[in-house]
């Protein structure tokens, strides 16, 4: 069983803050990760995808990548209020559905 | 940009009904997915498709059926509906098989079962 596990939260940051949010994999053979957004009562929405070791940024996000660990990452710097939302941890294999994790919740405090 | 939609924000059916849930994406997607979200377990898995009607049994599709006799078009199935399957029914569709390709979702329909 392929399994994506992420720490349920709630992780409180205050604002202005570096947010950390962190999930590990069970599939060695995962190829590619993704960290979506969810608002509450809203849809997941693609922030970041990362394919090979190491960071990839993309305005405050850096998705960070340790395949040897089983482990990807998502930072979010200048943490807003409007960041406040559930983040799930997915990830692919070659021919394979994508798997998810059951989200953080994040609350960034004003 | 993908644009996946779904027939229905909220959804309100009595038990025993037969309830149609319908998704529609405009990018010429390959693969089709139906997730049911509760709280507390996550996305769950019912069904997906990989082509113009194909269906692949994901984890949880008892109780489900889907139909996808068009490519942008994937439609879901409850065939009696019961209060347990009240729930958020979320569609996704993603461009093929390839690893990169990233997988979209519609905005989900809450559904409730009396």
């Known amino acids: 069983q392929k399994e994506v596990e992420q720490n349920s939260g709630p992780l409180s940051v205050p604002e202005g803050a570096i947010a950390s949010l962190n999930c590990t994999y069970s599939?060695?053979?995962?190829?590619?990760f993704f960290w979506y957004r969810q608002y509450s009562g809203k849809s997941p929405e693609l922030i970041m995808s990362?394919?090979?070791?190491g960071d990839k940024e993309d305005g405050r996000f850096t998705a960070q990548l340790n395949k040897a660990s089983q482990y990807v990452s998502l930072l979010i710097r200048d943490s807003q209020p409007s960041d406040s939302a559930t983040y799930l941890c997915?990830?692919?294999?070659?021919?394979?559905?994508?798997?998810f994790g059951p989200g953080t919740r994040l609350s960034v405090l004003p | 940009d993908v644009k996946v939609t779904q027939s229905s924000r909220y959804l309100v059916k009595r038990t025993g009904e037969k309830v149609f849930l319908e998704c529609v994406q405009d990018?010429?997607?390959?693969?089709m997915f139906w997730y049911r979200q509760d709280p507390g377990l996550g996305l769950r898995l019912i069904y997906f498709?990989?082509?113009?009607?194909?269906?692949e049994k994901g984890d949880i599709p008892e109780g489900y059926s889907v139909s996808r006799e068009k490519k942008e078009r994937f439609s879901l199935i409850l065939e009696s509906a019961s209060t347990n399957q009240t729930s958020m029914y979320l569609c996704?569709?993603?461009?093929?098989?390839?690893?990169?390709?990233?997988?979209?979702f519609g905005p989900g329909t809450r559904l409730t079962v009396t």
């Open positions: 997915a990830v692919r294999g070659y021919g394979q559905n994508f798997v």
């Open positions: 498709s990989y082509d113009v009607k194909m269906k």
């Open positions: 996704a569709s993603s461009r093929g098989l390839a690893v990169s390709y990233e997988q979209y």
């Open positions: 599939d060695r053979g995962s190829q590619s």
């Open positions: 990018m010429d997607h390959e693969n």
């Open positions: 990362i394919y090979s070791n």
